[in-house]
Nanobody, 125 residues
Framework: QVQLVESGGGLVQAGGSLRLSCAAS????????MGWFRRAPGKEREFVAA????????YYADSVKGRFTISRDDAKNIAYLHLNSLKPEDTAVYYC??????????????????WGQGTQVTVSS
């Protein structure tokens, strides 16, 4: 079992930055693929970013590529999502997720085994 707790959300103006953290406990963190998803009001949950076990491979949704960066610190059991150049359309609840193995269709929420409760990010124009 893995427990995930997100933090770092908040209200920010367009063009601003935030850093989201996902603290993991339980199962060995460094053997988990980590992902971030988000759900905007009235929309379905969507993939944002993922990072491999070693951190050597990262994957991003086209909508955030070049603006967001996913990283991990296995010594601290924390995954991060750095959000830069934020836009009002980035407003959503952001969720951290962990998968026991890597799937080629890593963008699918069903591939992840554990989820956090989410943290709200609101971007004002």
């Amino acid at each position: 079992q893995v427990q995930l707790v997100e933090s770092g959300g908040g209200l920010v103006q367009a063009g601003g930055s935030l850093r989201l953290s996902c603290a993991a406990s339980g199962r060995t963190f460094d053997s988990s693929v980590m992902g971030w998803f988000r759900r905007a009001p009235g929309k379905e949950r969507e993939f944002v970013a993922a990072i491999s076990y070693s951190g050597s491979m990262t994957y991003y949704a086209d909508s955030v590529k070049g603006r967001f960066t996913i990283s991990r610190d296995d010594a601290k059991n924390i995954a991060y999502l750095h959000l830069n150049s934020l836009k009002p359309e980035d407003t959503a609840v952001y969720y951290c997720a962990a998968a026991r193995r890597f799937w080629s269709d890593y963008w699918k929420a069903g591939r992840y085994d554990y989820w956090g409760q989410g943290t709200q990010v609101t971007v004002s124009s």
